[in-house]
Nanobody, 123 residues
Framework: QVQLLESGGGLVQAGGSLTLSCAAS????????MGWFRQAPGKEREFVAA???????NYADSVKGRFTISRDNAKNMVYLRMDNLKLEDTSVYYC????WGTGSSSPLQYDYWGQGTQVTVSS
């Protein structure tokens, strides 16, 4: 069983930066792939970024070049650095764990989810 807790959300102006953190419990964290997803009101949950145990990363086209996912296995932490934020990045951001380590962009692949943290980008 893995428990995930996101933090770091908030209000930021367009063009600004924000870093989200995800604290994970569980002994097998290092072998899991970790992902970030987001969901805006009335929209489906969408993939943002994922990182495998070996630090291989995968990004949605909409955030490539602006967002950076990273992990610290010693601390059981995953991070999402978000730069040059846009209005359309406004959403609830979720951290997720994939015990099979695929780093897939499909939310169906992920077994554990956090509660989410709100990110609001203002003009």
């Amino acid at each position: 069983q893995v428990q995930l807790l996101e933090s770091g959300g908030g209000l930021v102006q367009a063009g600004g930066s924000l870093t989200l953190s995800c604290a994970a419990s569980g002994r097998s964290f290092g072998s899991y792939a970790m992902g970030w997803f987001r969901q805006a009101p009335g929209k489906e949950r969408e993939f943002v970024a994922a990182i495998r145990w070996n630090t291989y990363t995968n990004y949605a086209d909409s955030v490539k070049g602006r967002f950076t996912i990273s992990r610290d296995n010693a601390k059981n932490m995953v991070y999402l650095r978000m730069d040059n934020l846009k209005l359309e990045d406004t959403s609830v951001y979720y951290c997720a764990a994939d015990r099979w380590g695929t780093g897939s962009s499909s939310p169906l692949q992920y077994d554990y989810w956090g509660q989410g943290t709100q990110v609001t980008v203002s003009s």
